[in-house]
């Protein structure tokens, strides 16, 4: 197989999966193409916003199969959006700065990225959040 499988590193298996949907929310623009081009990199589709109001229309608009939330939004709080994506049953993780301590208690059980990270943590984490779904084939 080819670097442009869309194979999550280490699973070779994903390339016979059908491309996801990831939302990915963050307002350092060149972090935010870094991980589109990631995502892009494995197979998969992603589409990205660097404010609340435009992620917040993106979900209104478009199915995900999961998502990437920077926790702050320069200065704005992304967690009305991970509510909402709860309700929708949208597995999603958190990216920041301040570690598991930059996230409300009542997010305890989700996935926290610190910052910085490198495309390797980015991809095993992305991996622990899809599970089965954008790992195995279908």
């Known amino acids: 197989m080819s670097t442009e499988s869309g ?13 996801l949907r990831i939302l990915i929310v963050e307002d350092e623009m060149m972090l935010a193409m870094m991980l589109q ?11 990205k916003a660097s404010r609340l109001d435009k992620a917040f229309e993106l979900v209104n608009a478009h199915v995900f199969d999961a998502a990437v939330l920077d926790v702050n939004l320069n200065g704005e709080p ?3 959006l ?16 301040y570690g598991d301590a930059g996230v409300p208690r009542g997010y305890g059980d989700c996935m926290v990225l ?13 991996r622990d959040l899809l599970g089965n779904k954008g790992t195995s084939a279908s």
């Open 37 to 47: 081009d990631a995502v892009a990199g494995i197979g998969h589709k992603a589409r």
């Open 7 to 19: 194979v999550l590193p280490g699973d070779r298996r994903a390339a016979r999966a059908a491309p």
């Open 82 to 97: 991970a509510a909402l994506l709860r309700e929708r049953g949208v597995p999603f993780l958190f990216a920041s700065g």
């Open 78 to 80: 992304v967690f009305p």
């Open 114 to 126: 610190q910052k910085p990270y490198g495309l390797d943590a980015f991809h095993a984490a992305l």
